[in-house]
T-cell receptor, first 113, second 112 residues
């Protein structure tokens, strides 16, 4: 079973616009990670936010975490065509010290020039 | 290239054949994970290693699947008597303790 659920399932925007996607999860976590996957390729790690953090930035990415609502959001600002990809959130279980991740089904983002 | 390396990138096999995939993790990473991803879904955890010890196996990993990590370096995932339902992308990831997991490009398996 998958822990996280991303919303929306698909997002289509124009270059320069911002893209926001959300992730909800069910159980307690020690961290939440966002990954990007280009079609048919491996996953690229974008950002990790720990359970005691509320917001984190990396370049054009902004991630928020609300543990009371068990949700996270990923904002991509000033999107580019190269941002076209699927985006996944993945959670780490605090009862599992080994760090295995549970992924959602992803948000498919299409950025048109 | 110092990232996670997976071989082969693509594998087409006939139903009933055995296949083996290899993963070379980032050298200083002591944890190695295998995930399976089907079309339109996120990766699903299969198994992981701490050094050479296999610590957990998902119930997705049937008796036809076996994974090894001799000497705590590279890992292999073998599927015996492949079935069409085994067609998927098999992803390997490595990490150092509980931190970011870095993924390889995956091995896409097609069982015909």
């Amino acid at each position: 079973s998958q822990q996280g659920e991303e919303d929306p399932q698909a997002l289509s925007i124009q270059e320069g616009e911002n893209a926001t996607m959300n992730c909800s999860y069910k159980t307690s976590i020690n961290n939440l990670q966002w990954y990007r996957q280009n079609s048919g390729r491996g996953l690229v790690h974008l950002i990790l936010i720990r359970s005691n953090e509320r917001e984190k930035h990396s370049g054009r990415l902004r991630v928020t975490l609300d543990t009371s609502k068990k949700s996270s959001s990923l904002l991509i600002t000033a999107s580019r065509a190269a941002d076209t990809a699927s985006y996944f959130c993945a959670t780490g279980d605090p009862t599992d010290s080994w760090g295995k991740l549970q992924f959602g089904a992803g948000t498919q983002v299409v950025v048109t020039p | 290239d110092t990232g996670v390396s997976q071989n082969p990138r693509h594998k087409i096999t006939k139903r009933g054949q055995n296949v083996t995939f290899r993963c070379d993790p980032i050298s200083e990473h002591n944890r190695l994970y295998w995930y399976r991803q089907t079309l339109g879904q996120g990766p699903e955890f299969l198994t992981y290693f701490q050094n050479e010890a296999q610590l957990e196996k998902s119930r997705l990993l049937s008796d036809r699947f076996s994974a090894e990590r001799p000497k705590g370096s590279f890992s292999t995932l073998e599927i015996q008597r492949t079935e069409q339902g085994d067609s998927a992308m098999y992803l390997c990831a490595s990490s150092f303790r509980v931190s970011e997991a870095f993924f390889g490009q995956g091995t896409r398996l097609t069982v015909v």
